[in-house]
């Protein structure tokens, strides 16, 4: 009998920084377990400890310096391995992509900086599945393989226990499934080695077993480090010994014949994808408000001379990227630990909002704006580097300037605009709101000014009539006063693209555990919201507006349909009061479309899914797309859609909006009948979604550009009367040449050298070519694209250098990594 090749025993303690417990107790167990790691170190000269997360070694060098300092010195022997080159184990579904550029920008720094060296093994062993874009964002990050548990063996085959593992752009990296468990027993692990050789092929090639006590930490025990020794001479065991991850898939790389596999690592508790709205929702809002901030304090660096803020930023990312961490971004920790994730997020959008104000309010004040008695100049600023048409809502001051109509103009003595009366955030103190289309230009303002006028102005509660038709030449809806959803929903001229016979806010009966352990589905549906009221609330030359009132059970849902000038979107503004437990609540939208295809927007990317009514984790948009079109449905912080195709010429959208399993509920643990727990998604949240229908598919509606401008909207601010060098309209970054790239980052570099980074990518899966104007730095410079490809640029300070292209790092790819750690 052929002996099995060699087992590589990797001994790690997994730690939870947070799940049944606060952060706090994660914080002085990574110190516990660590200094046990240390002191294994001094009794087997062989030993070797593996750890990832480099947020752990920062709690530790923050606070106990002498035990860093023996880290230290054990990491450059070898002997203390780091993996993982991120902050955290994050889920790795729900960050947006530029967050999973943070975990491998701050981590690899810190490391180079403190320890002198950088990962290049990825490693997220707990979290519940992979998105697709991984392996181009880990190999331009400098890591080059990746070990993960989950989905295990019974819930996807995959083409080996090792494989290429290669994104859309053709990135690879050599992934690896690791057998049975990360953990360990604190005894002897027979038992653990059997099971995992079980799941193991019988091959002559390297293989790899991770062991030690985790979740909680500790790591490998004295007993653990002798049953190897013991099982090592074994027979029927193959030769095992203590190894690095980075040891383990040099050797396995070696061997020809690797499989490839080019999609995502899914599906692993999907339950996972909806709950803890709340947690969820914040964090989309916290990426997006300090992504629009980095623009804004960029640009106000040098056209204001405002101080640099990439400290402050970066401290506020690491508040994200932290709160990523599995169990906090999932939603299965115990409800104490989200009262830390508020505050802590909370913290980042506080910074976000700040320094932001403070970038824009800098750049309106340079805006030449001559002194007019009973004017009122309002600065409209774009974060998006393409023209913007949007509507802005905007309170006027107390007490009002205006009490009567109001004339609104583009620019200074522009053309008159429309302007509309909306309902007020204040119901006292004569403050009022008006609403405006705004056409704003790339990465830029316009300068809009309002004064006395001759015409009354549309006031909120006064519609001119009381149909329930929404249209305004480029969208056609219709709301069914008896469903209290759309009956109809067209592009002008167009067929309908609605189904029927589909109720909208379906109650879902759902008793699976906090995770949905053991299930793919969640869709047994066991009533719906019933309509009790349907009026419409506005109808003006800005705005039309619906407002339906449903209930089930103890629950409220408001949904507000919005239709604005210009737009190609209907907008539904939701607020649910929800009070069920064990049930979750889907918002579906029922399609008549023949052959369609369901798109998902993830990390810097998307994926086609087929339409099995399984619940799969998507970001800022769903595109369902038949040949001759379709709809997209954009949201601001919702992660969980299913799709039902299994009716011809049909296919239904399901956004799981709410779920309400008991917190940290880990089947196959049972609740007692008259036990007392906390339900999650309790009480009232927020959130917008738009519905934007299309013809041709979701490329030629521009349905990236449309999801980015909801969850990055338009700031409208009131200014004053000054000189200044700064024109009523101004343009700071524009990309023309194609319509398929997105510039999502615009930063100061790391390095401190004055350097400008910006980082963009393709959209569309089509090579592109474009010219990228940076006016506010004097610079000009062309670029393409490959599909798929996310593209990361450093601009010298020094306007002779050219700018170049870096790795998500910031570095050159062909260079080895700056270390300045002693």
Known sequence: MTKRGPLHMIGNAHIDAVWLWQWQEGYQEVRATFRSALDRMEEYPDYVFTADSVAYFSWIAEHDPELFERIRKRVAEGRFEIVGGWWVEPDCNLPGGEAFVRHALYSQHWLAEHLGVIATVGCNVDPFGHNANLPQLLSKARLDSYAFLRPQTHERELPGQKFWWEAADGSRVLAYRIPHEYCSPRGEITGHVTKALQQLPVTTEPLMVFYGVGNHGG??????????????????????????????????????????????????????????SGVKRQNRLAEQALLAAEKWTTIASTVSGMPDATAELGHAWKQVIFNQFHDIAAGTAIEPAYDDARDQLGEAKSIAARLANRSIQSIARQIDIPAESMMVPVAVFNPHAWPVTATVELELGYPAPMRGAIEL???????????????????????????????????????????????????????TGDGLVLDNGTVHAEIDPKTGWLKSLATAGGPNLLASGVAHAQVIDDDTDTWSHGVRSLWKTVDSFKVQRVRRLADGPVRQLVRVESTYGRSRLVEEFVLDAGSDAVEVRVTVDWREQLKSLKLCFPFALQESVATHEIPYGHLEREQNREEVPSHAWVDISGPNGGVAVLNDGKYSFAVDGTTA???????????????????????????????????????????????????????????????????ALIECFHPGPLPPSQSYVTVTGADNVVVSVLKRAEDNGGATVLRAYETAGRDAGVTIDLPFLGRTFDTTFTPHEVKTLRIPADGDVSPTEVDLLEWDPAAPPPITSE
């Open 219 to 276: 790591g490998p025990t004295i007993e653990n480090i002798e049953s190897i020794k013991q099982l090592a001479q074994r027979d029927l065991y193959p030769e095992m010994f203590p190894s690095t991850m980075r040891r383990f898939f040099d050797e396995a790389r070696t061997f020809d014949g690797i499989p490839v596999h080019p999609t995502e690592l899914q599906p692993h508790a999907i339950g996972c994808y909806a709950a803890h």
């Open 409 to 463: 103009r583009e620019g200074l003595d522009g053309r008159i605009l429309d302007l509309q009366e909306v309902r007020s955030a204040a119901t006292a103190g004569g403050r009022r709101r008006v609403a405006f289309t705004a056409n704003v230009p790339p990465l830029g303002y316009q300068l809009y000014t309002m004064r006395t006028g001759d015409e009354p102005s549309y006031h909120l509660g006064a519609p």
């Open 649 to 715: 010429g049909r296919s239904v959208l399901a956004m799981t909006a709410v779920r309400s399993p008991v917190y940290a509920w880990h089947d196959p643990w049972q609740l007692d009948e008259d036990g007392v727990y906390e339900y999650l998604d309790q009480g009232i949240q927020r959130f917008t979604y738009r519905l934007v229908p299309h013809g041709g598919d979701w490329r030629a509606a521009g349905v990236v550009r449309r999801a980015a401008e909801l969850n990055q909207p338009v700031t």
